[in-house]
């Protein structure tokens, strides 16, 4: 069987798509190989030969010269053996050449079978090559189709989708197809389906793209971000510290009149955001993690990683928050629990394992003063 074409083809696929050209023969080999079989009988023993030097397809079957037969085949008798050629002996294998004329329309449908299926293997696997340095980063997509509240994005330079389900989605967000739309890469996996792009506007690690995104002194390391924690579609908070003394980390992150942080609340719905200066002392992050609510002391149990928080009582619900949003974010902020406590209800402490500190108003004031600043519009 000879086609020139064919193995041309081969020739442009290698150096079109990379693709290795000896083991794409190979593979072809073993799918022809099996259509042959399937064709003349599965018991037969043959193998399908690519020649690419000739520009040819090979069909050779094979039996073992025995005695007396009784598969024939996979065995030939030594007479009949020795009229193809006389130096045969009993065990020796006999090759013989098959007719590929009827073989042709079969191969020619196999070898393309074989082909489009390498072709899809080999995109799927660039495309996860590709995507794979994406994971953990901000991505700008366009919403390609909705299958039931699941979102399909398109992700530019890649033939495989963006999914993001509703748990991935802002509460209350609304999409349709052809919108631009930027998610965080979250996960990348193979599945049975095929490889599958996890993507989410809902994960804390979004949030903290968009600040690395939209604040030149993340990007230049002059201000990190220490922690963050997130309830998507109410409120996040996000720690903060400067790495030079003479930059600003709050004021850096809020941006000219509240340009910068304004975009990125923007971009997620007018969900809100406090920003909060990191401290090593645990007592002071705990303080500041409660805002925008005003603390009066703070007590801590080291051993148990456990805190008692005294606010006034008139701000107990605001340090609390809506469903106990903003004492659940803080503790997950400074990976302390804590306690929250009106001023009327404190009680002496007897436990000698805590540590107290009152915080005067002015040093409070100072704090919330400096994480305000240009924040007046985003509300409590």
């Known amino acids: 069987m000879v086609n ?7 020739d442009d696929l290698e150096a079109e798509k990379k693709i290795n050209k000896e083991q794409f023969i190979e593979t072809l080999e073993t799918a ?100 794979s340095e994406k994971e953990d980063e901000l991505l700008t997509t366009v ?81 990190v971000i220490k922690d963050i924690a997130r309830d998507a579609g109410n409120r996040t908070k996000i720690s903060v510290y400067a790495t030079k003394p003479n930059v600003d980390a709050l004021g850096a992150c809020v941006g000219n009149r509240g340009v910068r942080i304004n975009q990125i609340v923007s971009e997620i719905n007018g969900e809100k955001i406090d920003l909060v200066l990191y401290s090593d002392d645990p007592l002071e992050y705990i303080a500041r993690a409660l805002s925008p609510a005003k603390v009066l002391s703070v007590e801590t149990n080291e051993s148990l990683k456990v805190s008692r928080v005294i606010v006034p009582k008139d701000k107990l ?21 804590i306690d929250v406590k009106p001023e009327n209800e404190v009680e ?3 436990d000698e394992n805590y540590e107290l500190t009152e915080l005067s108003d002015e040093d409070n004031s100072k704090d919330l003063d400096d994480i305000f600043a240009g924040l007046e519009d985003l509300g409590e």
Not at 4 to 10: C, G, I, M, S
Not at 43 to 65: D, G
Not at 317 to 337: D, F, H, M, P, Q
Request: glycine share 6%; charged share 30%.
């Open 32 to 131: 022809l190989t099996s259509a042959y079989k399937k064709m003349y009988g599965e018991a037969k023993s043959a193998l399908v030969k690519l020649v690419p030097e000739k520009n040819t397809i090979k069909i050779y079957s094979y039996k073992t010269v025995v005695e007396n037969v009784e598969d024939e085949d996979k065995e030939i008798s030594l007479e009949d053996a020795r009229k193809i050629k006389k130096s045969y002996n009993i065990g020796d294998t006999v090759v013989n050449e098959e007719s590929t004329k009827e073989f042709g329309r079969i191969a020619a449908q196999t070898a393309k079978q074989v082909v489009l299926q390498k072709l899809r293997e080999i995109e799927r696997s660039i495309a996860v090559s590709e995507l």
């Open 317 to 337: 619900s605001l340090a609390i928050g809506k469903n106990g949003v903003n004492v659940r974010l803080a503790a997950r902020l400074t990976g302390w629990k």
């Open 4 to 10: 020139k074409d064919f193995f041309q083809a081969l």
């Open 348 to 350: 002496e402490v007897s």
């Open 143 to 223: 919403v390609k189709r909705i299958d039931n509240g699941t979102v399909y994005v398109s992700i530019a330079g890649s033939h495989t989708e963006g999914v993001m389900l509703e748990s991935d989605q802002i509460p209350g967000e609304k999409f349709h197809v052809g919108d631009r739309v930027k998610v965080y890469v979250k996960k990348i996996r193979e599945s049975f389906k095929g490889t599958q792009i996890q993507v989410s506007r809902s994960n804390a690690e979004f949030v903290k793209k968009l600040f690395e995104l939209e604040i030149p002194e993340i990007t230049s390391g002059d201000v």
